[in-house]
């Protein structure tokens, strides 16, 4: 299968920002890996694709709101991977389609628009199957969760040294998370910021995709979501805005922004102790900052 992203994952150190609390920090820039494909989606999309093409199937069908950008990475995918795609998405059809779904349309997903209570039992509807084949047609899940996704993910692990003493990310599905506890060495604290609210199930969802040994080696953080999944605050647009002046790095609303403002508030209140090396994993997503009024953001 041809490999879509680049050889070297660029990261950035934010050198003295932080100096007046002793610690380091450095940035894994996955959100340049690909213009469509970014951050951790193809990590996640890569072994479902692996295991798709071995099965000979032809069509991939996944499921996602109006802005996924799972959605859209998997269409960019599989535009490229010459495989059909199949999208089912959250809610009726909208007059007007958002931007990502615009997007999705010229990468030729096929578009399987679902009404909620359906949506939530990840149901195909029956359409579908009027369309497409079933026995050539292979499902990954929502947000890319599964083994699979975790076992592609873990391979961000190998983009960065084994020096830092934490390594930090932003957790939907929880499966980029579970990737990289796969991947830590010993001396290594793995920190989820939680974008969604009131999702205490997060952490038996990644339990799920570890072995016994590692489950519960790591610590997720609830009180960073501003409100719950794509909710945002002033307070969020105005730290976004900030941290861009400040590091020229773009964040997005979803996730990014509310796990960087998570680090920040961290390290100003201690809780990342002196003398920490920190690893921020940046894993894209920010085409979904489209969904803002013009102006809203500076980047």
Known sequence: MQQLIIDTIRIYSLKNMYQPYNVEVDILRLDEIHPVISGNKWFKLKEYLHEAEREGKKNILTFGGAWSNHILATAAACNLTNFNSIGIVRGEKAQNLSATLEDVLKLKMKLFFTERSSYAQKKVPEEVWHQYKQEETY??????????????????????????????????????????????????????????????????????????????????????HFGGYAKITKELISFMNSYYLQTSIPTDIVYTGKMFYAVDQLIKINHLPANSQILIIHTGGLQGNRSLPKGTLIF
């Open 139 to 224: 499902i990954i899940p929502e947000g890319g969760y599964g083994l699979a996704g975790c076992s592609g993910a873990y391979d961000i692990g190998n983009y960065y040294s084994k020096k830092y003493s934490h390594v930090i990310t932003a957790c939907g599905t929880g499966t980029t998370f579970a990737g990289l506890v796969k991947a830590a060495t010993n001396n290594e604290k793995l920190i989820g910021i939680s974008v969604l609210k009131n999702h205490l199930g997060l952490t038996t969802d990644i339990n799920q995709l570890l072995p016994l040994y590692l489950q519960n080696q790591f610590t997720i953080m609830n009180d960073f």
